[in-house]
């Protein structure tokens, strides 16, 4: 038997554009299969030019394989905080939306809008005090996806969530 979050055959292997461009809102849900992430409500922010997901606790872990950063997260707030491990592929300086340049993480992670999925980098960022735990930014929807500031949920609406 098959999770309902499981992505479709065509869908496992990343691309890195979109064969005709995809209309998309303001805010919609993305998947991070790899990370153990669904249904997650996003920001989609073109003045950002790297997307980010809430992080805490963050650990950087030297392995044979290379630099991993375990962190913490909580993408539904009606669910506990976990922890994710992911390979880490830079730091980057990054301007917050406060004008704060911070030191980043980065991490690549098999990403999901839609039928669309890709390979793409995550910084890793407290977005505790922010409305959605992660933000698409410019490199993401450079892909070939169109914001319409108008709309939002134009790829599924997110579910009621049980309290």
């Not at 909580?74 to 506990?80: I, N, S, T």
């Amino acid at each position: 038997m098959t999770s309902e979050w499981e992505m479709p055959e065509r869908a496992r292997e990343p691309r890195s554009k979109l064969s005709q461009p995809v209309e998309i809102g303001w805010a919609e849900l993305v998947q991070l299969p790899d990370l153990g992430l669904h249904h997650i409500r996003a920001k989609i922010d073109t003045g950002a030019a790297t997307s980010s997901i809430h992080a805490t606790r963050l650990k950087p872990i030297e392995t044979d394989d290379g630099l991993m950063v375990e962190f913490w997260t909580r993408v539904h707030q009606d669910e506990p905080s976990c922890k994710i491990t992911a390979p880490a592929v830079a730091r980057r300086k990054i301007k917050s939306s406060n004008g704060e340049v911070q030191l980043r993480y980065v991490i690549e992670t098999t990403m999901r809008m839609g039928d669309f999925t890709w390979t793409g980098h995550l910084t890793l960022a407290n977005r505790r005090a922010m409305a959605f735990p992660i933000l698409i930014g410019r490199r993401a929807l450079a892909r070939g996806f169109r914001v319409n500031c108008a709309r939002r949920w134009m790829l599924g609406r997110p579910e009621e969530r049980d309290a």
